[in-house]
C-alpha cells in the first residue's frame, strides 16, 4: 500500500485517463456486439478489441511498475491526439483545451524523472 501513495501524479492521471478508456470502451461494446450479430469479424470489433487489450495490459504493467510500462502508457496517451484535431475542426473550443491540457499534462508527467524512477522493475 506504500507504493500506492508514493505514487507519481502522472501516474494516478495516467490510470484515471485509462478508466475513462475503459468506460467508453465498456459503452461501445453493445454496439460491437450488434455488429458481430451480422458479421462476426468487423473493423470495428477488431479495434475495440485491440483497444481493450491494449489499455489493460498497459494499466497491469504500471500497476507492477514496469519498466515497459513507460513505453505503453506514452503510446496510449497518443490517442488524444486524434480527438483534439476533430473537436477543433468541428468548432468545439472547450473540449479542444480540456484534451490539449490533458494531452500536454500526460505526456510532460509519464516522460518525468519520477515516473521513470517509479516505474523500476524489469
Not at 494516478?12 to 458479421?39: C, K, N, Q
Not at 476533430?86 to 473540449?95: D, I, N, Q, R, Y
Amino acid at each position: 500500500m506504500d507504493n500506492l501513495r508514493g505514487m507519481p501524479w502522472a501516474i494516478r492521471l495516467f490510470l484515471g485517463y485509462a478508466l475513462v478508456l475503459l468506460a467508453g470502451i465498456g459503452v461501445s461494446l453493445p454496439y460491437v456486439v450488434d455488429l458481430a450479430i451480422s458479421a462476426p469479424v468487423s473493423p470495428v470489433g477488431i479495434v475495440v478489441m485491440v483497444l481493450l487489450a491494449y489499455t489493460i495490459f498497459t494499466m497491469t504493467l504500471v500497476l507492477q511498475r514496469k519498466a515497459a510500462a513507460r513505453t505503453l502508457a506514452l503510446g496510449l496517451a497518443s490517442l488524444t491526439i486524434p480527438p483534439i484535431l476533430w473537436t477543433v475542426f468541428a468548432g468545439l473550443w472547450p473540449v479542444a483545451i480540456f484534451l490539449l491540457a490533458l494531452a500536454a499534462l500526460l505526456f510532460r508527467g509519464l516522460r518525468s524523472s519520477t515516473v521513470r524512477a517509479w516505474l523500476v522493475e524489469p
